[in-house]
């Protein structure tokens, strides 16, 4: 099938250059990947965010990246970028109309690009297949006044979801949040996202380290990562050392604020001898770092997806994580991790105590990690799953899109 992904902000390049992005980049390069080793001819289109860029890269065999001129060839915060959306989808729908590849369906990434997808699908009837990533309703429960997002995303994501052909969501958590926004139950497919097993997996190289237990955490310094209430769960394991990957490059750390704050908690709690801030690694080098490790901490106040734990459990790693968002399907609680409540740096430093003390138990934890990354987390599971869905919206011409 000849399949459009369009990701507004991320783009799938961002990965494959090594910079420190976020997980929308990383799941549509490898979704895109994936869909193409099944036979599919993918396009990608994200927005031009530079002057330099050509129109068109080649990703790989089967996987095209084309620059979208939508608003200005400079970089642009995600939350502004909705004046463009309009300009984006007419873009694409000129490009189907006027070329000879028309895509048989186009599947939107963030709530920005569904829009977009959705004034396509209007001038060319292209299905439209929907995955949020993140969701307004629960950006807004948590971040409150500093939430950024434009102030009718909630209505324009639920209008997207009874609108569009059907909604790929990632987790049982975000259809539950999708259920009580008011979209239909019956418009939803549950497809988490995958792991790389090439990449991740528990033989290759490992990245120094010394004797002591290591507990790694992986994430943008960002509050809602969590990594303030790690550092202060220190306290409980005085014999472990925190390593966190993550952030600005290396260099950069010493200025960035966050690190800061980090680095000055961390004096606070008297653990800054045990906790050690690594800065952004390339993807590539990823996987030596969480098999440098006794163990993960995801420790997020929210999260929609997180692929930090799928990669640990890839490389045969236990996992500690908050029960929240994605985390409560991916992290099977006292099989291949523990899961311990968002902002209780007590419960996660007693539920990390407790592993580390019990060697027996990581290795089951680990083996059973590996176990379930095979059985559910492949990117090839994943593309069959949306191969299935693809093959029944397309050749389906949309009657409206009046919503109910
Ligand atoms: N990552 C990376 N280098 C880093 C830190 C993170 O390559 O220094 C990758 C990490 O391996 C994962 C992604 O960035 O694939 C983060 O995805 P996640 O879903 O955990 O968080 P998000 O950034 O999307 O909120």
Not at 57 to 82: F, N, Q, Y
Not at 136 to 155: C, E, F, I, L, Y
Not at 203 to 219: E, H, K, M, T
Request: net charge negative; aromatic share 6%; hydrophobic share 40%.
């Amino acid at each position: 099938m000849r399949l459009a992904m369009i990701s507004e902000h991320a783009s799938p390049l961002a990965v494959l250059g090594g910079e420190d992005a976020g997980g929308q980049n990383t799941h549509v390069a490898e979704l895109s990947t994936a869909l193409a080793a099944a036979g599919h001819d993918v396009r990608v289109y994200t927005r031009r965010d530079s002057a330099d860029l050509p129109g068109t890269v080649r990703m790989l065999d089967g996987v095209s990246v084309v620059h979208v001129p939508a608003g200005p060839a400079e970089p642009i915060a995600k939350d502004e970028l909705l004046p463009y959306m309009d300009e984006f989808g007419r873009w694409l729908a000129a490009q189907w109309q006027g070329d000879n590849w028309v895509p048989e369906v186009a599947h939107a990434h963030f709530w920005m690009s569904g829009l977009a997808a959705l004034t396509a699908s209007e001038l060319t009837g292209v299905p439209v297949v929907q995955t949020y990533h993140a969701l307004g309703t629960v950006k807004r429960r948590h971040q409150g006044a500093m939430d950024t997002s434009p102030a009718n995303r909630v209505g324009y994501e639920r209008d997207l979801g009874r609108t569009v052909d059907r909604v790929v969501a990632q987790s049982q958590d975000e259809v539950r949040e999708l259920i009580r926004m008011g979209v239909p139950w019956s418009r939803m497919t549950v497809i988490p996202s995958g792991v790389n097993e090439q990449n991740f997996s528990p033989v290759g190289a490992v990245a120094y380290r010394g004797d002591r237990p290591r507990i790694l955490s992986v994430g943008r310094l960002v509050e809602r990562k969590g990594f303030q209430d790690l550092i202060s769960a220190m306290r409980l394991v005085p014999e472990a050392e925190c390593v966190i990957v993550g952030g600005p490059p290396p260099e950069q750390l010493a200025d960035d604020p966050q690190a800061r704050r980090l680095r000055a908690l961390a004096e606070t709690y008297r653990v800054a001898d045990r906790v050690c801030l690594v800065g952004a690694v390339p993807r590539e080098e990823m996987a030596q770092w969480y098999r440098s490790a006794d163990v993960l901490v995801a420790a997020p106040w929210y999260e929609p997806f997180g692929l930090t734990p799928l990669e640990a459990m890839a490389c045969g790693v236990p996992v500690v994580g908050t029960a929240v968002g994605g985390l409560t399907d991916t992290i099977v609680d006292g099989l291949t991790g523990d899961l311990v409540p968002p902002r209780d740096s007590r419960a996660l430093g007693l539920a990390l105590r407790s592993l580390l003390d019990d060697q027996v138990r990581r290795l089951g934890y680990g083996t059973a990690a590996l176990d379930r990354i095979r059985d559910h987390y492949s990117w090839r599971r994943a593309a069959d799953q949306l191969t299935a869905i693809y093959a029944a919206v397309s050749g389906v011409r949309r009657p409206s899109r009046v919503v109910a």
